[in-house]
């Protein structure tokens, strides 16, 4: 059995931190995407998102030749969160900022692991890193306009959640059982972090101090290692709560909602249980075309909805505040507590 360490002094502990990152979601999504394989619980997100990424092209064109269906993919395609929860464009900013020998590398290793070729578009940034980034990272965020974008709001609550959860366990019980509980594949002992079948993590003095945990979505069901000197190294692993992630729940006390609201705002906000074009909101409720935009618009400058535009339509979904919106209605529903909803 092949065990990978990583050796921890009170200064690394100290230096442990966790941060949501949009960008350690894109490979294992699209992964997903392009696989022929069904996901017991990615399956609806893949069903209402592979039609739209097969529209744009995206199957065939930079991140198809960087993800490949199994493997390595390039670390500078997952830089180091700075922060605890960067905004996509930061994290662009960063790839696009990568150093020619810091993306000729990764290259180089991705080679290695197709058997020594890289396809034409991988070629052509490999010899000009500076002039191919920007049409990179454009179409990483086609990518995520298309596929994550949408769902943003939701994914984010669920990662959060569980760092939420991690960092109690830290509180009442320690570093040791935070490691101990964050995987099967994991184990704390004696100041060593001891990671199951994994290659051998480089040594502590060669990379930066700490260790940032990054809960993913699509990650799984192993982990994802990264080790990039001189930033920290990077694990991801799969986030706590992911099957419950798109199960469709249906508002319940809307009606009083709709007298803070308006009836045809809260109708609105009940039918984005999934991104949605004015056009299909407009035939699944009754409204006009023009009374959905108005709406959409002002639910849109309240926070409440998110646009995305997908090739010629724009999709509109609940915001992460529409969600505790439509919750705290639920939850002081009448009728919810005579079903023993908690009160």
Known sequence: MVVAELAFSADDLAQVRFAVSPMWEVAPGFRLLTSDTAHPIHRPWVEQTRPRLLAAGLHRGWLAELI??????????????????PTPAAEWA???ASSPDRVRHDLDHLARH???????RLSSLRADPSARLARLT???????????APYWGRIKA???ADIFHRARTVAEHGTGRLFNDLHSSISWDDNTLNLVRRKQITPRHRTGAGLLLIPSAFTGPGL?????????PQL????????TLWETRTPTGTHALAAVLGRSRTLLLAEL??????????HRTGLSPAGVSQNLTALRDAGLVSAHRAGRSVLYARTAAAETLLDAATLTCPTSRRKGRPE
């Open 68 to 85: 490949g269906p199994s493997g390595y993919v390039p670390d500078f395609l997952t830089p180091a969160p700075d922060r605890p929860a």
């Open 94 to 96: 960063t790839i696009l």
């Open 114 to 120: 197709q058997g020594g070729h890289l396809g034409p």
């Open 138 to 148: 454009q179409e990483i965020e086609t990518y995520w306009e298309l596929a994550l």
């Open 158 to 160: 669920v990662l959060e």
């Open 224 to 232: 994802r290692t990264q080790v990039s000197p001189p930033d920290p």
């Open 236 to 243: 991801a692993y799969p986030a706590r709560g992911i099957g």
């Open 273 to 282: 249980a999934t991104p949605t074009s004015t056009t299909e909101l407009a």
